[in-house]
């Protein structure tokens, strides 16, 4: 199994809007409606923050959202704050009932 | 929503094997499917291997298969992960997760409770 595909960094200010883009292929992404996205701070869990593409756990902001097309995933962060700032993570269900995740994208919060 | 709790692990010589274990609390343990996720130092998530709600269905990633069983216990409420011939690059953090939701097969809905890890290093 491979990993899905993350840029390593990206970086924004207080306020703006952000976008993380996870890359996988016709049988990951590209097949199912099962993204999820998951969000980590230094020597803590992963927690849950969009799941099935689009949804949001309940406690979740609304500044996160999630989107699909064709084989790649994003999640949208708006009005940046300082508290966002971490790693975040894709994960996609994919064939066999395997689990991929992207390598992580760290977001700094300038 | 639920807590779980891992333990086991530890410093092991390579080519030893490890038992890792996840006691669940606040949910209903046999409705939810379970998941092991790895992170090596500095590194990225990496899923290890899935169980179903019902123990019927057992996925494992590549490096696992052959080496690592995952289980799990009603009684108890205790999910595990055998794992045998260890080799240096399975020196990680080992988190164990939730389904979020219930009776769950063939898809995943995300991950909505995580333990907080247990760390094995394979090292001689």
């Known amino acids: 199994q491979s990993t899905l595909t993350q840029p390593a960094s990206v970086s924004g200010s207080p306020g703006q809007s952000i976008t993380f883009s996870c890359t996988g292929t016709?049988?990951?992404?590209?097949?199912?409606?099962?993204v999820s996205w998951y969000q980590q701070h230094p020597d803590k869990a992963p927690t849950l923050i969009i799941f099935?593409?689009?949804h949001r756990p309940s406690g979740v902001s609304a500044r996160f959202s999630g989107a699909k097309s064709a084989n790649t995933a994003s999640l949208t962060i708006s009005g940046l704050r300082p508290e966002d700032e971490g790693t975040y993570y894709c994960?996609?269900?994919?064939?066999?009932?395997?689990?991929?995740f992207g390598g992580g994208t760290k977001l700094t919060v300038l | 929503q639920g807590r779980l709790a891992e333990s086991g692990g530890g410093v092991v010589q390579p080519g030893r094997s490890l038992r890792l274990s996840c006691v669940a609390s606040?949910?209903?343990?046999?409705?939810?499917?379970l998941h092991w996720v790895r992170q090596a130092p500095g590194r990225g998530l990496e899923w290890v291997a899935t169980i179903s709600y019902d123990g019927n269905t057992r996925v494992y990633g590549d490096f696992g298969t052959g080496r690592f069983s995952v289980s799990r216990v009603k009684s108890g409420s205790t999910l595990y992960l055998e794992m045998n011939s260890l080799r240096p690059d399975d020196t990680a953090t080992y988190f164990c997760?939730?389904?979020?939701?219930?009776?769950?097969?063939?898809?995943?809905?995300?991950?909505?409770?995580w333990g907080q890890g247990t760390t094995v290093t394979v090292s001689s």
């Open positions: 997760a939730k389904d979020q939701r219930k009776f769950v097969t063939g898809e995943n809905n995300g991950l909505d409770v």
């Open positions: 994960s996609s269900f994919s064939t066999g009932n395997t689990m991929l």
């Open positions: 606040g949910f209903t343990f046999s409705q939810y499917g």
């Open positions: 099935d593409v689009t």
């Open positions: 016709s049988s990951d992404i590209g097949l199912y409606d099962f």
